[in-house]
Every structure is written in C-alpha cells, then in structure tokens.
C-alpha cells in the first residue's frame, strides 16, 4: 500500500520569496507521483506529474519538483511566488494509474 | 468544454434523509472516482468505477452507494444521512491511457 506525508500543514511566505512545500511517500513498488493545487471553492487541478525519466518535472505556473527515490521524496518548488499561488497543494501517489492516495495538503499564503 | 460537472453545489439534510449527488463528465472517460474532503484530512476514495456496469469501493464506503449505468455519469447516493457525513464531495474522471484525474468543483452537504 502507498502513502504520503504532507509534514507542514501551512507555509507562510512573502511576494517574490522562493518556496519549497515537501512530500514524501512510503511505497513497496514503483511509483507515479502528483502535485494538484486547490483554489478556493474549486475542485483539484494538475499541477505536474512524474511517472518516469527525468527525476526534474516542471508543471504549470513556475512550478517544479524533483523526484528522489533514496530520500523517497517528491518536493515542490517555486524561485518566486505570487499573491494568485495562494492555495492549497496536495501530494499524490499512486501504485498503479487506478487509484490515487493523497496527502492532508499544505495551505500555501502568499502575502505582500 | 464542460469537463466534470457535479450538482448541487451546496446542500443542507436532516440526519436520517437520502439524497444522491450527481457527477457527469462528457471526456468520454472511462474510469470516475468519488472522494470527500475533510478539513487536515485531504481526499479520501469513496468508490470508483472502470466502466459502465463496474464499481468497487474505496478506502470509506460505509454509508454510501453508487451505481454507473452509463460512461457519463456516476451518481453518488446517501441512503441515511449522518453528521460524519458532512463534507465537501468531489467527482473526478480519467482516460483509460492518461493518468491525470479531472475534477468537478465540489459539491458541500451539511447534515444537521
């Protein structure tokens, strides 16, 4: 079975500050792994994915993450972040393309 | 394109009445999931369906049922509502090959 660990449950930051929001999952087999972003009153959408290849995956809006298999993490990053990046981004796995388990998310709040 | 529609966006039961929440996607998708969403608790799977006719439980399905009659819609049923059934539902669908879910906006019941 899989499962993911969302450790910081809000990140505070400032207008143009890099960002990094963290992920790691548990996994007995080979993994995909997915950011979606949550915006207020809306459903999830796709931020990026890693299935295979480049362990680098850049996504929508400037953001990236990088997949690393020995620390079992799938960190999300932005060199500079925006007032519209507040939101909440949840983690994802998933052991096969049938089911995704997800993470309890991390609030993100951009200020001025 | 209207995606993953659910309705009704909001609503409001009595402990103890049924109500069925409806998701349709026109992505000609074959595979649609339910999940809710709790405040810390990210998403968890309801039920999810392969295709018409096939349906298995997910991680909670104590409480609920659903059916897939056709490739478009899969209605989510509360047959007596709880107040651990207060939550926001979500609707999501994927292809067969892709392995990106889409989401419907979110439907919030309260049961009082």
């Known amino acids: 079975a899989q499962s993911v660990t969302q450790l910081d449950s809000q990140v505070p930051v400032f207008e143009e500050a890099p960002v990094e929001l963290r992920c790691n999952y548990s996994s007995s087999v080979s993994v995909y792994l997915f950011w979606y972003v949550q915006y207020p009153n809306q459903g999830l959408q796709l931020l990026l994915k890693?299935?295979?290849?480049?362990?680098l995956v850049k996504g929508i809006n400037g953001f990236e993450a990088e997949f690393n298999k020995s620390q079992t993490s799938f960190h999300l990053r932005k060199p500079s972040v925006h007032i519209s990046d507040t939101a909440e981004y949840f983690c994802?796995?998933?052991?096969?393309?049938?089911?995704?388990?997800f993470g309890t998310g991390t609030r993100l709040l951009v200020s001025p | 394109n209207a995606g993953v529609t659910q309705t009704p966006k909001f609503r409001i039961l009595k402990i103890g009445q049924s109500m069925t929440l409806q998701c349709a996607q026109d992505?000609?998708?074959?595979?649609m999931y339910w999940y809710r969403q709790d405040p810390g608790m990210g998403l968890k799977l309801i039920y999810y369906?392969?295709?018409?006719?096939?349906?298995d439980k997910g991680e909670v399905p104590n409480g609920y049922n659903v059916s897939r009659s056709t490739t478009e819609d899969f209605p989510l049923r509360l047959e007596l509502a709880a107040p651990s059934q207060t939550s926001v539902y979500f609707c999501a669908s994927r292809t067969g090959v892709e392995n990106i879910q889409y989401f419907g906006a979110g439907t919030r019941l309260s049961v009082l």
């Open positions: 992505m000609n998708h074959n595979y």
């Open positions: 369906s392969v295709g018409a006719g096939i349906t």
């Open positions: 890693y299935l295979s290849g480049s362990t």
């Open positions: 994802a796995v998933s052991g096969s393309f049938q089911k995704l388990v």
